[in-house]
């Protein structure tokens, strides 16, 4: 059983920098793969990045390659998305997700958090 919770979204303009936080429960975190999603409204869940359980191999999807960045604290159960040069169309709810393999298919993981909203103004 792992339960996620994000935090570090907001409201900052366009070009300016977020890092998002996702804190697991439990020991097991160093064994799940770990994985960001957004959602805008009226949008299907759209791929952001992951990364496998050590860290070695990362993941991004094309509309924020070069921009984000994902990491992963193992000793603190924590993943972060840095994200920079943000645009308005970075607008959405932001998910963690937790799973066995790294995958960029939201359906192929199980544990989820609540979200955290960013807002990107122009």
């Known amino acids: 059983q792992v339960q996620l919770v994000e935090s570090g979204g907001g409201l900052v303009q366009a070009g300016g920098s977020l890092r998002l936080s996702c804190a697991a429960s439990g020991r097991t975190f160093r064994r799940y793969a770990m994985g960001w999603f957004r959602q805008a409204p009226g949008k299907e869940r759209e791929f952001v990045a992951a990364i496998n359980w050590n860290g070695g191999s990362t993941y991004y999807g094309d509309s924020v390659k070069g921009r984000f960045t994902i990491s992963r604290d193992n000793a603190k159960n924590t993943v972060y998305l840095q994200m920079n040069s943000l645009k308005p169309e970075d607008t959405a709810v932001y998910f963690c997700?937790?799973?066995?393999?790294?995958?960029?298919?939201?359906?192929?993981?199980?544990?989820w958090g609540q979200g955290t909203q960013v807002t990107v103004s122009s």
């Open positions: 997700a937790a799973d066995t393999l790294a995958t960029m298919t939201p359906r192929e993981y199980y544990y």
